[in-house]
């Protein structure tokens, strides 16, 4: 995202783990063992995987608002756009915009790449073929809302060159469900930066849907982006992801014993 002093704000919002592979490591510790950590964490990118697949079979609505906040508190600036979405299993994106208000916030201040970001899949999915660009650190154990979970630092082996590619990383913290292993809370924000391209640190939450998928269905920031010129801009970010519902009616919600049957790509139903 682009502004006047170069601010990015939505990006984060989707920049969990789109990169190519190369060798994963997992580093173990605080009383638990390498094979275990390296077990949970081969679990918890198969999950993903399979979360990533189910989400093309639903459809839901996404209401995104990114505000930016001056001095006393006061709101400056707002953009919202709230859609009705669904994801094909290629990773595409269908978005039918129901409600987008004329922005307040400075012109070009989000970049259709922004809005794609926004929408993307990678908040959904942390997939096995993504996870060897990362070091993946056991941190302990926490517990939030009656779960008891897993915590483990995410960083990148290495920062990408922001002037030979585009790709963003994930820098952060996953939070993973220890009796299922799956991952139902992330904090952190994507990186390379530059010196005028910033992005912020976002939480996003997930709850579980139709007793088995956990999908985001909060992400938020109130953060501040401090560029290399000294200025300094406060977003709040809010996207909630609501509804989600079954696109097909050829669908079935496997038990964990059984058996899944290979099907061909599917093309969510547009309503």
């Known amino acids: ?90 990773g595409t994106r269908f978005e039918r915009v129901v409600h ?24 959904f999915a942390l997939e096995p073929r993504f996870m060897d660009q990362y070091r993946v650190a056991y941190v302990g154990t926490e517990r939030i809302d009656e779960l008891d979970l897993y915590v483990f630092d995410v960083t990148p082996k290495a920062i990408p060159d922001p ?19 799956m991952i139902v809370k992330s904090r952190g924000k994507a990186v390379p930066e530059t010196k005028t391209n910033k992005f912020p640190i976002v939480e996003t939450t997930r709850e579980q849907i139709d007793g088995k998928y956990w999908f985001p269905t909060d992400a938020r920031s109130d953060d501040e982006l401090v560029f290399d010129n000294g200025a300094a801009v406060k977003i709040r970010m809010r996207v909630r992801f609501t509804d989600y519902k079954l696109g097909r009616t050829d669908v079935r919600i496997l038990d964990d014993d059984e058996p899944a049957t290979p099907e061909p790509s599917p093309t969510p139903r547009k309503p």
């Open 100 to 123: 987008a208000p004329v922005a307040t916030t400075p012109p070009g201040f989000v970049t259709p790449e922004d809005l794609e970001d926004l929408g993307g899949v990678n908040p």
């Open 163 to 181: 002037k030979k590619t585009k790709m963003r990383l994930f820098t952060g913290r996953v939070w993973v469900d220890k009796d299922d292993l």
């Open 1 to 90: 995202m682009k502004r006047v002093v170069g601010a990015s704000v939505l990006a984060a919002a989707a920049m969990l783990f789109a990169i190519p592979a190369s060798a994963q490591t997992v580093i173990a510790g605080g009383g638990m063992s390498q094979a275990d950590a390296e077990r949970i964490i081969k679990k918890v990118t198969e999950h993903e995987s399979e979360f990533r697949y189910a989400l093309s079979y639903y459809v839901f609505n996404r209401f995104a608002t990114v505000q930016t906040i001056g001095l006393g508190g006061q709101i400056t600036g707002t953009f919202r756009r709230d859609s009705f979405m669904t994801f094909r299993s290629d």
